[in-house]
């Protein structure tokens, strides 16, 4: 289980700064329009050899201008309960306020370990000022200016010392292991109790080093592979089932630790943001998808034309990714929860496939001879040879080119699509590279 930091702190105190330094992206663009996917938050780092994730509680809400304290109130809450590390960013131009006063009366009553960052200290006068935030009780600030990244490496280093350290669960590799995730009140708890059924004692709990993932090992009807359930250790927490992005950073961990998600939407609802949000969260982490239309028991037409729209609707929402299995299910009437495994199981199996070599250069090369990457600045893109890259988490296709940097995105998609007409590679995302030969 990798572990998951969580940056907290009032509006415009430079989190999402702080977060594209550690990530190293440019993601959290800043006034970006609203309602686009907000993917801008949940990024990965890595330092001294031990990768995590990184979650921006700030950047989830929109015009963070006029949130008022309580929406921020629950947004520490839910890193308090959720993450591992968390990194309380405070501005040193402008000292203690009474927000971050009531983010730090917050913060002292938890057990997890709590970095206090001192933001935008860009020269040594300013590090006097970051005295007065011992004030909050939460140990010594950090003095860091995230907008230059001095002050960043000491900051990483405090952070990877508060990890715990994994004894790694004891489960089987090669057994698969599937996450149930969605929006609250999908229907993700019934599903589970439709897979396990009411027996519980032919499940046997592995307990997790972690107190809030469990992998269950499920072996009935001819399947044998783990459920991971982060939801089911822990009450419901009224507080955070009305934050919009709740259900994304409660699905972190599950997505991390699968190998194929079964992404859950409501019939009745369609695809909101929420389930797009938590779709590029699966895409990120390159898992497996097996999408679930539940509720399917609640729908009164269901003739071949609805499914057929239905189907059409969430492929052109989640695209350019549309190979991926859809079961229309009812987890309350067990309607069609066999299929749900069944692809889940198919899909892992298409992760990892193999294709030999041969057959690879036989099937594709004619078809980019036929049909070349596009000539640019007047020169030849010859594709020669083509191989499946071993043992990769997805599976990797490297085209040998003579001018790799030429081929374009495009380009790629086509390659990809020839691969996947050819060979089953449902529900599993691909990589494609060009490489020199």
Same mark, same amino acid.
Request: hydrophobic content about 40%; aromatic content about 8%.
């Given at each position: ?181 969605? &929006? ?119 003739? *071949? ?30 309607? &069609? ?20 070599? &041969? ?68 529900? *599993? ?9």
């Amino acid at each position: 289980m990798g572990n998951l930091v969580a940056i907290v702190g009032r509006p415009n105190v430079g989190k999402s700064t702080l977060f594209n330094r550690l990530t190293q992206t440019r993601q959290a663009i800043v006034n970006e329009q609203a309602g686009t996917t907000r993917d801008r938050q949940y990024g990965k780092a890595e330092w001294c050899g031990q990768e995590f994730s990184i979650v921006d509680t700030g950047g989830w809400v929109v015009n963070s201008d006029d949130i008022f304290e309580g929406e921020i109130r629950k947004q520490v809450l839910l890193a308090v309960e959720e993450a591992d590390v968390i990194l309380f960013v405070v501005d040193v131009m402008n000292g203690v306020t009474d927000l971050d006063m009531d983010v730090a009366t917050i913060l002292r009553k938890s057990d997890k370990p709590i970095v206090l960052v001192a933001n935008k200290t860009d020269n040594n006068e300013q590090r006097y000022y970051a005295a007065e935030f011992y004030s909050l009780g939460l140990g010594d600030p950090l003095c860091v200016s995230a907008a230059t990244g001095s002050g960043t490496g000491d900051l990483l280093d405090v952070v990877v010392s508060h990890f715990r350290k994994d004894a790694g669960e004891a489960i089987e590799e090669n057994i698969p292991r599937f996450a149930v995730v969605g &929006r609250p009140n999908v229907g993700k708890s019934s599903l589970m109790n439709a897979f396990i059924g009411e027996d519980r004692h032919i499940v046997t709990d592995i307990a997790g080093t972690t107190r809030d993932s469990i992998y269950t090992r499920y072996d009935k009807f001819g399947f044998d592979f783990y459920l991971v359930d982060t939801a089911g250790i822990r009450k419901k927490n009224k507080v955070n089932e009305d934050l919009e992005y709740y259900s994304v950073i409660r699905s972190i961990r599950a997505i991390e630790s699968s190998d194929v998600c079964i992404l859950m939407l409501d019939a009745t609802r369609g695809i909101e943001a929420q389930d797009l949000n938590i779709f590029s969260l699966i895409q990120k982490n390159s898992k497996g998808l097996v999408v679930v239309v539940n509720k399917w028991d609640l729908v009164e037409d269901k003739s *071949t034309i609805v499914i057929k729209t239905f189907e059409e609707a969430i492929r052109h929402r989640l695209a350019p990714f549309v190979d991926f299995p859809i079961v229309f299910a009812s987890a309350l009437t067990k309607q &069609r929860i066999l299929k749900i495994l069944e692809m889940a199981k198919q899909t892992y199996q298409n992760r990892t496939m193999r294709i030999a070599t &041969r057959k690879l250069n036989e099937e594709l090369l004619p078809i980019i001879e036929a049909t070349p990457p596009p000539m640019t600045k007047g020169k030849m893109i010859k594709i020669k040879y083509i191989t499946q890259l071993p043992s990769t988490q997805v599976p990797s296709f490297v085209f040998f080119a003579n001018l790799p940097q030429y081929v374009k995105e495009p380009y790629k998609r086509f390659l990809e699509n020839k691969i996947r007409e050819r060979w089953s590679f449902t529900g *599993t995302p691909i990589n494609i590279y060009i490489r020199q030969k």
